[in-house]
């Protein structure tokens, strides 16, 4: 059984570009979360998305944004790239979110370095 | 305001021997789930444990158990015979019956397992 593929693992890109980052969860998956990961503010939830439709929204600014496909295949963008946005992107994905035991499995995450 | 706190940010422990990873939690919600997860260096997030907070008994998962004390809010990992290939960085997670699609991580601790 595949696990969570996100693509591509490795970014560098200039302030003030866009960048689109892509998650394929594991087969029968619904549902598709995002988090970032920096030294400094840890693990913070960005979005969830449960089939084509955004259920969670984390504190971020509107520079990020998600979808979710009809397959489950998810991507998210963050346009006007700064310094800060530089982190690791991890993808979740579960069956379902309720119940609340539903386990989440992660992708390896896409380092992504803005210069 | 729901919040998971990880108090230590290192921890050693020789192979072979035990060790206990501390979690607390806080939520307002009477249901809700606790979770256990390990990030090799290679950063994808590996999950390791699961408490309802119904659960009568305390979780275990083979060398992992969570010592779940429900009326302090704590959620601690007890890792039994630690091996070379348990260090890593473990975080503390949860998710609420308000809240599903999102989990909610603590700060993480970096466990080194000596030789």
């Known amino acids: 059984k595949a696990g969570v593929t996100q693509t591509p693992r490795y970014l560098i890109k200039t302030r003030g570009q866009q960048v689109t980052l892509s998650c394929s969860p594991i087969s029968g998956h619904r549902s598709v979360s995002w988090y970032q990961q920096t030294p400094g503010q840890g693990l913070q939830f960005l979005f969830e998305y449960f089939s084509e439709t955004q259920r969670n929204k984390g504190n971020f600014p509107g520079r990020f944004s998600g979808r979710q496909f009809s397959n489950s295949r998810s991507e998210m963008n963050v346009s006007t790239l700064e310094l800060g946005d530089s982190a690791l992107y991890l993808c979740?994905?579960?069956?379902?979110?309720?119940?609340?035991?539903?386990?989440?499995?992660f992708g390896q995450g896409t380092r992504l370095t803005v210069v | 305001a729901q919040k998971i706190t990880q108090t230590q940010p290192g921890m050693f422990v020789q192979e072979k021997e035990a060790v206990t990873l501390d979690c607390t939690y806080d939520?307002?919600?009477?249901?809700?789930?606790l979770f256990w997860y390990k990030q090799p260096s290679s950063g994808e997030m590996i999950f390791l444990i699961y408490q309802g907070s119904y659960d009568q008994q305390n979780a275990t998962e083979g060398r992992y158990s969570l010592n779940f004390q429900k009326a302090r809010k704590s959620a601690n990992l007890v890792i039994s015979a630690s091996q070379l290939g348990d260090s890593a960085m473990y975080f503390c997670a949860m998710r609420s019956i308000s809240n599903t699609g999102k989990l909610i991580f603590g700060q993480g601790t970096t466990l080194q397992v000596k030789p």
């Open positions: 939520t307002s919600d009477p249901s809700y789930g």
């Open positions: 979740a994905s579960s069956l379902e979110a309720i119940p609340l035991g539903a386990e989440a499995f």
